[in-house]
Structures are given as structure tokens and as C-alpha cells.
């Protein structure tokens, strides 16, 4: 069974310019979630889709943030324009079924380093 | 605001030492608890995971327990090994999603 996947896996840019990640869950996968992982920290949930519908973004800075997964499959989060504390691992998850006790399988992570 | 703490921050032990890593959390209402483990410049590898009516799980030289009453879980390592150097995270689903602690960074040294 393929794992979830994500890209690129790194990316630099400078701040105030825009950039986006890109994740493909383990087929069949309902639920995906987005986390921000800062050096040496724990990762926080920016933003959880049940399908193709946001469960839960209230973390989500949407001022700059923005996520969409359309058709319920692979999902893009963005950031627009990117500050300096910004620069984090950015982590894919996806679970199999609805509720809340599924296990939750990440991906490798893009690390994003703002300039 | 659910709260999430490991100790320690950060350990290094000999190899074949058998050690314990902690992790409390504040809010009792639990679905479950998941061990990661992380390996620099990588994702996160699920280890154990422990359901609400569950006290532990076990898997090969891995054991994690749950208190939901004292708000805690430890996850022991038996016999450890340099392999098992990494950054350990807990994971507390209180329902819509996981809530981390800051993790145990563990260096097991040959």
C-alpha cells in the first residue's frame, strides 16, 4: 500500500512572495489533515477535510492560508504572501474512515524556508 | 485548551538501556493517544496507538500505557538500540484532531 505523498519536499522562497504544497493520501482515505511542524516543536493542525469538506481550519491564518481538496482526493495548501515564521515542515495526514479514533498516517513533509 | 507535555525534552542513554519516556495531557476526554516516532528531516511514523477504553499496547521492544484518571502515557523502550535514535512525539485525539507535545528527543549510543 502506497503511503501518503507530498511535494516538493523542500522549498525556498523569499518573504512576500507565494508558494504551495501538494498531497496525495493513501487511496481511499476520508479524512486529511494539514499540520505546521516549527523546528524543535510538536506539529499543529492547521486544517482538517472530511472528503472534499473542512472539518475543522480554525488554526488556519486566513489572512495567507488557504487549502482545498477537490474531489474529496489530493489536497493543495497555500500560502500567500509567505512571512519569515513561516519557514516550517509542513505535514500531510490522512486517516481512513470519518470518526474520531481512526489512525492517522503522515507524510514526508515539505520543509519551507522563507528568505 | 488541551495541553500536551513530554519529559524529558531530550535524553541519551547507553545502548541496552531500557528507558521510559512520559508524556500529560490536561483534558480527560480522550478518543485516543498515538506514540510517533521522527526521524530527522522526515515525517512521522506511527508506532502505537492506544483507544480511550484501552491501558496499553504493545509492539515488539515497545510498550505504551494509558492513565486517563492522571492524564498520562508512557511509552517504555526496551533494550534500547542506536536504531532507536530519533524524536519521539505523543499525539492526543480528543476527537477532531491530534494535539502534540513538544517530544523526546532520545539518542541511544553505541
Known amino acids: 500500500e502506497a503511503g501518503v505523498a507530498q511535494s516538493p519536499r523542500y522549498k525556498i522562497i523569499e518573504k512576500r512572495q507565494s508558494v504551495a504544497f501538494w498531497c496525495n493520501p493513501i487511496?481511499?482515505?476520508?479524512?486529511l489533515y494539514w499540520y505546521q511542524q516549527i523546528l524543535g516543536q510538536g506539529p499543529k493542525l492547521l486544517i482538517q477535510f472530511q472528503n472534499n469538506g473542512v472539518v475543522d481550519d480554525s488554526q488556519l491564518p486566513k489572512d495567507r492560508f488557504s487549502a482545498e481538496r477537490l474531489k474529496g482526493v489530493d489536497s493543495t495548501l497555500k500560502i500567500q504572501p509567505a512571512k519569515l515564521e513561516d519557514s516550517a515542515v509542513y505535514l500531510c495526514?490522512?486517516?481512513?474512515?470519518?470518526?474520531?479514533?481512526?489512525?492517522?498516517?503522515f507524510g514526508p513533509g515539505t520543509r519551507l524556508t522563507v528568505t | 485548551k488541551q495541553e500536551v507535555t513530554q519529559i524529558p525534552a531530550a535524553l541519551s542513554v547507553p545502548e541496552g538501556e531500557n528507558l521510559v519516556l512520559n508524556c500529560s495531557f490536561t483534558d480527560s476526554a480522550i478518543y485516543n493517544l498515538q506514540w510517533f516516532r521522527q526521524d530527522p528531516g522526515k515525517g512521522l511514523t506511527s508506532l502505537l496507538l492506544?483507544?480511550?477504553?484501552?491501558r496499553e499496547q504493545t509492539s515488539g521492544r515497545l510498550n505504551a500505557s494509558l492513565d486517563k484518571s492522571s492524564g498520562r502515557s508512557t511509552l517504555y523502550i526496551a533494550a534500547s538500540q542506536p536504531g532507536d535514535s530519533a524524536t519521539y512525539l505523543c499525539g492526543f485525539n480528543a476527537g477532531n484532531m491530534l494535539t502534540f507535545g513538544g517530544g523526546t528527543r532520545l539518542m541511544v549510543k553505541p
Open positions: 492506544i483507544q480511550s477504553s484501552q
Open positions: 495526514a490522512s486517516s481512513l474512515g470519518v470518526g474520531p479514533s481512526g489512525q492517522q498516517y
Open positions: 487511496s481511499g482515505h476520508a479524512t
